[in-house]
């Protein structure tokens, strides 16, 4: 391991401004994704930036109805919280479906969002990644692609996002909540949080140097069934081949949300209003635009058979 600096933060605009400060610089709360790639040394920061005592660790009902998640609730802590298992039940599937109970435990909110990828050649520091390395060229094109992704990949890279909480969280229109270096604070869509990968693969957010998540707002509840499905190569410890997070209500109609197969969690809207008509016309509208490999093909029938399970278990 490089060596780095490290200091302890004492309130969110501070955290960012030293953040900002230092060409490197890093967050550090729950350490589950950074330390292993630290290790790797695929991630080298000259100084992390400690936000674990900043007490953004509360979860709290909105005037609107809705919840406001502090980023450093763990996702132990949120799978569990009675109005996310009442309220938003799609949330606590998908957060289970994740990782072990051991690191659910230490796993933050925020940091859950920003986790990286898990393609086996940004891993590799030996093969060349547009991620790890821009401009170095994309193995994984001409390599081995089974797990990658179909749709809004690029000539540059062909990753997916690799987490389940934020794809429940995409189906529900959350808001990621940020502090500035300068003290400013803005709301992004989670829709619009996680950038397609285009030219520059290795930027993967649209959250500026420096920017931190200081919580994540859910809107007042759907209703309905929620349904969080996850197809993956063992049981347990896993990350998703496809997943499929659906919100439907009694007469059919609802949301549906896709892990596993894109740059970012993956939804579409117009493909929301086919829900009633099952799901050949919802995969069909989804991935229009998709360019699958020959070896990651099979990702589409597989969202089909995975989606029509869900429409199955919520009409039961």
């Known amino acids: 391991m490089r060596a780095f600096t490290y200091e302890r933060a004492g309130d969110p605009a501070g955290a960012a401004k030293a953040v900002a400060a230092t060409k490197g610089a890093k967050f550090i709360a729950g350490g ?35 919840l406001r998640i502090g ?43 920003l986790q990286r990828t898990r393609c086996p050649y940004f891993y590799d520091p030996n093969m060349p990644c547009n991620k790890r390395r821009p401009g170095s060229g994309c193995a994984a094109i001409n390599g081995a692609s089974r797990q990658l992704g179909v749709i809004g990949t690029s000539d540059k890279c062909i990753a997916t996002y690799p987490g389940d909480m934020a794809v429940a969280m995409r189906l529900l229109d959350a808001v990621v909540e940020t502090v500035k270096p300068g003290g400013d604070t803005r709301a992004i869509r989670i829709a619009d949080f996680h950038r397609l990968w285009g030219d520059t693969p290795h930027i993967e957010t649209v959250l500026e140097p420096g920017e931190m998540i200081t919580a994540v707002t859910l809107p007042r509840p759907l209703g309905g069934k929620h349904v969080y499905h996850k197809v993956r190569d063992r049981r347990s410890y896993a990350f998703a081949l496809v997943s499929v997070a659906a919100v439907i209500q009694p007469d059919g109609t609802g949301r549906v949300a896709f892990g596993g197969m894109a740059p970012r969690p993956w939804r579409v809207e117009a493909a929301d209003a086919l829900l009633p008509r099952g799901a050949k016309a919802v995969i069909e509208r989804a991935f229009a635009d998709a360019r699958p490999t020959p070896d990651n093909a099979f990702k589409i029938p597989l969202a089909e ?3 029509a399970g869900v429409i199955a278990e919520a009409r039961s």
């Open 32 to 66: 589950t994704n950074l330390l292993d790639l630290m290790k790797l040394e695929i991630e080298a920061p000259t100084h992390l930036v400690d936000v674990q005592d900043l007490g953004l660790d509360k979860i709290e009902d909105t005037d609107e109805g809705g």
């Open 305 to 307: 058979r995975t989606l």
């Open 71 to 113: 980023t450093l609730v763990s996702n132990t802590t949120l799978s569990a919280h009675p109005r996310v298992r009442q309220d938003y039940a799609v949330l606590t599937r998908a957060i289970q479906a994740g990782a072990s109970g051991q690191l659910r435990n230490k796993a933050t909110t925020g940091g859950n969002l």
